[in-house]
């Protein structure tokens, strides 16, 4: 069970936007530690894709954008491709004595 | 280019040891935490442990406290983890990250080491 709960699983179809929610608590995220999103395919390194709640590394694409409020984040994913089909975490720490990071459960997106 | 190379995964009995190493390049090693996260088959990411820069703070999951220690040489820009009394839950493959971002720079993973623990 982790300390940041995400959706299983979203899709939508090439060419939509779809929504990712990273819902924490006073203790990460509303804490104000920053969030992180990763795309994930398993057996690969996990990708940076947005880091400090709202920040693209360079070379990521402008269709990927995040967004903090609360103890609350999300991932925008606009233009769906059949290449954003993978898994998505979201991260941040943790202030609890359960934790020092976290990652969300993780959302699998299905471009359909 | 940025590199994190894991190594030390394999086959182990339960209640043995093993110890992963990751040998980092193309970044100041010094200037970032680093940390091992592991995936279990069919299941999410779970952070496992963290060092701070020097490697004198150290962080862990509940569920390896006790049990795993990490460690880094930063003469050999070199990142461990000791894993002792391993169980059946430990298998997953592990990957080492530096999951600190500074200045737009970092959120580095390793391609993994996949860790069996089996009798």
């Known amino acids: 069970q982790s300390v940041l709960t995400q959706p299983p699983s979203v899709s939508g179809a090439p060419g939509q936007r779809v929504t990712i929610s990273c819902t924490g608590s006073n203790s990460n995220i509303g804490a104000g530690y920053d969030v992180h999103w990763y795309q994930h395919l398993p057996g690969t390194a996990p990708k940076l894709l947005i880091y400090a709640n709202n920040n693209r590394p360079s070379g990521v694409p402008d269709r990927f954008s995040g967004s903090k409020s609360g103890t609350s984040a999300s991932l925008a994913i606009t233009g769906l491709q059949a290449e954003d089909e993978a898994d998505y975490y979201c991260q941040s720490y943790d202030s609890s004595m359960s934790a020092y990071l976290a990652f969300g459960g993780g959302t699998q997106l299905t471009v359909l | 280019e940025v590199q994190l190379l894991e190594s030390g995964g394999g086959l182990v009995q339960p209640g043995k040891s093993l110890r992963l190493s990751c040998a980092a390049s193309g970044f100041t090693f010094t200037n970032y935490a680093m940390s091992w996260v592991r995936q279990a088959p069919g299941k999410r990411l779970e952070w496992v442990s963290s060092t701070g820069t020097s490697g004198d703070t150290t962080y862990y999951a509940d569920s390896v406290k006790g049990r795993f220690t990490i460690s880094r040489d930063n003469s050999k820009n070199t990142l461990y983890l000791q894993m002792n009394s391993l169980r059946g839950e430990d298998t997953a493959l592990y990957y080492c990250?530096?999951?600190?971002?500074?200045?737009?720079?970092?959120?580095?993973w390793g391609q993994g080491t996949l860790v069996t623990v089996s009798s």
């Open positions: 990250a530096a999951l600190v971002v500074v200045l737009g720079a970092g959120g580095w």
